[in-house]
């Protein structure tokens, strides 16, 4: 296993192309831009906790393939308890990070293409699930960061992949011979993609028969020929090129350092395919990953808002109110919506199942709630903290106006709470705060691991309508015996 | 184990007193009595599933203190897995109800006062878990209903138990000598109390030194001498001495069919007593009790929801618009709703840990939270299903005009919905969605196993505030050294 | 002006066919049976309060036919003052009555009638407008009742009313010549019919061509040959033949007392004939009797949701809890939600419009707005109603105990809150909660003036979404002129 | 009038001091700084405005006291349809800016302080009002801005002003003499101050005897010796240094530019003074100005809500889904609550009466209620926003990147929706979106005018809850005359 330094330090190996703002930056360089930084640093904080004997039991595990001690975030989960653990570990981290770490995104990639392959070998004879046990050993072996890489730019959402204007709006196959595969696309809203090694490509959706060529998943090196990482902007990114004060959290920053990948004619070499052209399993590749990765949110989200949840706390004892009865209630709220978001996902964890290859599974309708519950509960929690923390939050001066010789008394005096409080530390708090409960926060919150009207529309796939109906219609004495109703669960 | 029918058989020797709309009841037609009979077939289907095979993972389990198969309702959890199964015992029995079967109560108030009074005991050598051994071995071997008896009617709310004005406000100890002791007072919302054999009376809430008499734990016959029942008003109740339809659920009732039982002066021998002035332990009683007991609900009314969700679809089904985008919405969205209070309890469940005694316990703070979010999302589900049903719940003719030779066509031609379904049916779907969105309904998963206020103060008290704040200082870089944030979790 | 006495007099003198309970009723006694007193005496309010100089201001108003003094019940608005006033006039009297007093709809469907069949005859050459004035006059002279009867049985939501199975699943034309028409069909929902003289038919939505049997608009006496009113259940309708406590409110009741009126080949002549087959005001009548309709319930509920917010107030009060914080954080939140509604019935009528005919209307996307709100937040003051009132209100022994001379001495003792309050009121308060929150009270508010699609559906009719996009293009510099800007509002 | 080039000339001749992240702008410069240049515009246009025929009715105004035509923003209501009108033009003026153009505040602080002098003067023989409204006429003559000042820093929250540590924590007097007075302190949060010419202080809360020298209201130049300017950080300030695209309202900004306003030993000449001492005043001049500014709220939020609702719905036109039935269903709730907002605002101006002064006042508790439903329903309404735009919001590439010869062409190809729409064009939605929904934004809905418990605590002050006790003890039929409930209202 690897240790942060070591991490950051194979990154520096890579022959990335990252834009930011117009600029390609040096390809050792990346992990310095103030941009990407913080993300390394939260990333990096997955390798490091794993070496730390406090966190062993959530950050570590024995892989099935080699009996060997690995990072979790590298492992197939093996039991409704390594489901469960997943949860825990993704809480702990997000108290520490405040943000995150990105790592989970290729570790659900991983699990779904894991059960997928042996799913689709067993159908089809084909020989997939044996070449991406390889890949799982050689990352499991060599503790590297995998993105997860699944949502294209999808063009007009009113037309399938093939109907597109252009075809490139979903990745595909251009191309094969004996030796492997060109692709072409872009994957969108990247999280950890520059940061990481290796990217786990996958269908964006289920595909049918006339989008063949859409129905890749395959792992490539994220500094393979053909590969440009464009950065995308995040809420007051530039300020990550000042002081520290003003970024809120300037160690670990905001979300996911999300980059457009484009693959301009990549050459994906066949050990490395683990889908091509099977329609019929790209939908439950899709709906597997969306699972895992939905089973994390109130795992992560729950984390994060402890963190959001105690600096309101903090800024009402900075500011000499928390003891007024509205803010204990406000704060007792916060918390009630923290736990029942993280209710969902130890929930849907508990409720796993094996899969057919001997992964476990979350219980997917369960998983679909759990992230579902984040569109909007963390929406309430974030105004509830802005509640709490004071119009400060928007209007607050500078880190240089502190600073300054002329001014900074005045900062320092008039943005006091209480007196026994230094000014610079209520103003961090309430950084942290509009750090937190900002734009990509928020939006991360929305629509990681799928909109919410994806949720939405399982809910009539998973939940039984039927045998809820013949419920209804037992107990009201309508035309039906009740025998019948054992026969349905 | 019982059936349903011995169960029924031996509730008529009782020799019981209870009174509905001023009248004194004969004590072996009690249950016969239309405001009790649904309640008593809702119960008595808890003996009956326990014989069934389909249910026998669910509803039975081996007693860890004879070894012998027995109704799960007579059991201390001795698991995780029995947690977990209460809660899907729970839903399964809702989904074929529709309503409440009330012999939870007394099932948690058995497992609360199990590891309370084996801390007492080690703590103050006194000798109460023993006897209550003895009698949870009488409630396992003859498979009786215990019903659980917490809430006094506490007069008024800013005064404790001994500055009332009434010292009988709350139900305390008048005298004792060898032989037992004189316990008077009242309790308040009996769940299934007309319907048991046995009351667990446990204090109120957390007493205070001044309040010693009113720290009374004991187990009592419901039809002890000195006792009175005095059964509550639901919603439509005067409509059970009519016909089926207009019941809603002619089988089941609504709710738990609760009663005040009045205890003047009752006897109670020493060895039915166990906990008679140790106030230390009357907080932790009733907060091991609530907690049980609030688990129950995303259980219990997970499966309610079901039912309602059900008949909201069969209802959009015979009215013709079960096609409509906002009707698929709106059913989505308390499909959401349910699992989202399912998964609260599930977690709850999945989190419990063993108490000292061996007896397991549910992890407190998620069990408030599953409780509290019955207190929103039911009136949520249940008002969506009154706007998915229409205003025909609230403005239908009666079951005498449907029947009326005169009229009854008129009824028949214009309650029809969809041409291919009878009047009839659609009626009755109409009266099972009024009979379970209505008052009575509502009302229970407001207060049922505490008010939301309740649950709510246990915020402060199961969440670690101080680790939040300080999760927040180590991000805002004030003041802390990172080491210590590991000490906490 | 007739006084409440007179009203109720000359209601007897109608050969009206009500049906309760499959139980034809005595004509001369139907506002006598306990099912329809409570609803009697509220329509009554509406006359004795026009009688009390207090009130002169909000309930008279001089008709601008005649120059007389009349009720404003029986008026055409004239000014936007009137429009204001109508919803401070149902405020008011919801204050008195906790309830529905029925009278709104003819008065809302005898405005709609009158711009519309100005309109239409304008248009068209009819002479529907003078028909329609001597009808009001007619109203206006007698101060009759008119109940206005709009919403149809509607079968199979799917299909229109040619569509149908049973043709007469809409009221439509069977026949006419030269004397009048004959109309066969049934009126559901039929809110104060059986206490009303008149009634005010209109079609229930916007005609299509191939619909024009449908389009029909008359006014008939509710007594007419032919006419048969069954009266609908509500919730614990049988406890009206009890006492008065268990009633909750015994002398004004729930709601508004709604039947299905049967239409049996009902013979109407011409000069009660306001539309007949002119389909293409079918939706503008419709629309404008929503729009008024939709208007009042911001006062009226807001009126309603007074004396629920005052009786939680008192229930506290009589508890002893009514200093607590979060007891006060919820009445405060029920007051923002009461006023809500009633700002936005303030606000579409301050906004109101002259029409053609002179009457004014009300602003239709505010009035839509006004209903919309109380479809939720009516729902969400109860619930915090139930909150505040505590479990009494679902587990209270009857009247009847409380009279009982063995056990009344127990409700009395323990029914007690504070002690200076005798139980007797307390429980006075809890019925009247339970009364006002229960199932009829909600299912009203929901469906009421049509179910909340009713006026969801109509934003995107009656708001300028194309504007909307037109000021985000000009703010975001897309491809179009400011000065374009300018022409749209 | 002055026009918009006029008010911009006209601010570049102050001699003021402000400081932007440590630095000191050139006094004629302000304006033209990046982070200050959108507001200027944003204000600009209502001096334009007022110049447009088409917007004359809004806009402008005859003054009461010279009968000359002024600018509306300078004017003393004198009727209900003056409340009205001011509302209909803060919503038609926010449909153009998407964001706040600040003038409001001063325009409140002047009405507020019109009538409070005239009472003040009656009650205690002072004569501030004379020399008020020598203050006003000076403003409608020049029409020059006026910046309402009355947050103070607060220091700690649980402590008078009397009572801190550091007496400047609120503006206070700490000398005068025959000429004036001097005042020290700062002001915060201070919108439109720096683009301001004269500034009108107001004390932040009511203040008692021992806080004499808190209660101050005066009016002083922004640029008079002793004040310096400290410009407060916005969301994505940075972006303004850029290029157009990334600011999303290039034009207009975010929201109102506040700043902390230091008033180091500040001479204000008697003739400027408009409450000295006069303690028992202060309160009702903070809850008029309070509330005249809460009714402003639905005006402005109902407009900038438009162009939200408009930006989201372009954005699903251009994405290709703006036919799926959940986004209808999400856009018509958008305008449901912003048409709620901006009815309560126009229901508490309708319901407007006339002060001793004959200024017209808002409805007190409409006008809270209305800025209290901003502070959740703007939040609610962002939330959709952010659902249908999608997560390109936080993670799109920069305008640099859109530029670039390199990668330009990719973000081209790969942001666009559907074909017939340029990415830039959906990139410019998109970054409206981001730019109206994210964190300054939000929290200006939440406090401006105050936080939200500002607006709950005077529910209890101005509704009149004994009356609504007395509505529910009459219909509950306890202990009360019906005649005595005639007398409340």
Known sequence: MMTGQEYKDSLRKRNIKVYIKGKLLKSNEVIDHPFIRGHVNAAALTYDLANDPMYEDLMTVTSHLTGKKINRFTHIHQSVDDLVKKVKMLRMISQKTGTCYQRCVGFDAMNATYSVTYEMDKKLGTNYHERFKEFLLHVQDTDIMVAGAMTDPKGDRSLRPSQQADPDLFVHVVSKDDKGIIIRGAKAHMTGMVNSHEMLI????????????????????????????IFGRQTNDDRKCEGDIDQGNAKYGI????????????????NSVFMCGETEFSGALVERFACYHRQNYGGCKGGVSDVVIGA?????????????????????????MAETL????????????????????VDPLLANVSKHNVTKLIYDIDRLAQDIAGGIVATMPSESDLNDPEIGKYIRKYLKGVSSVPAEDRMKIARLIENMTGGTALVESMHGA???????????????????????????????????????D
């Not at 999300?258 to 301009?264: A, D, G, K, P, Q």
């Not at 013949?470 to 349905?488: F, H, Q, S, Y």
């Open 202 to 229: 996958m269908p964006t959706m289920g595909m049918k028969k006339e989008d063949k060529d859409y129905a890749v998943c395959c792992a490539v090196p994220v500094d393979a020929p053909g590969i440009i990482h």
């Open 255 to 270: 979300v996911g350092g999300e980059c457009l990948t484009v693959l301009e004619d990549v050459f994906v070499p066949w």
């Open 312 to 336: 309101s706390a903090v800024m009402a004892d900075y500011s000499g109110y928390s003891k007024a009865g509205h803010i204990k209630e406000k704060i007792n709220e916060m918390i009630h």
């Open 342 to 361: 993280y209710a969902c996902s130890i929930a849907c964890s508990a409720e796993g199942k094996p899969t057919a290859s001997g992964a476990y599974f």
């Open 450 to 488: 799928g909109s919410p009207q994806a949720q939405k529309v399982m809910y009539s796939k998973l939940s039984n309508l039927e045998h809820k109906k013949l419920c209804a219609l037992n107990i009201a004495g309508i035309g039906t015996e009740e025998k019948e109703d054992k026969k349905v």
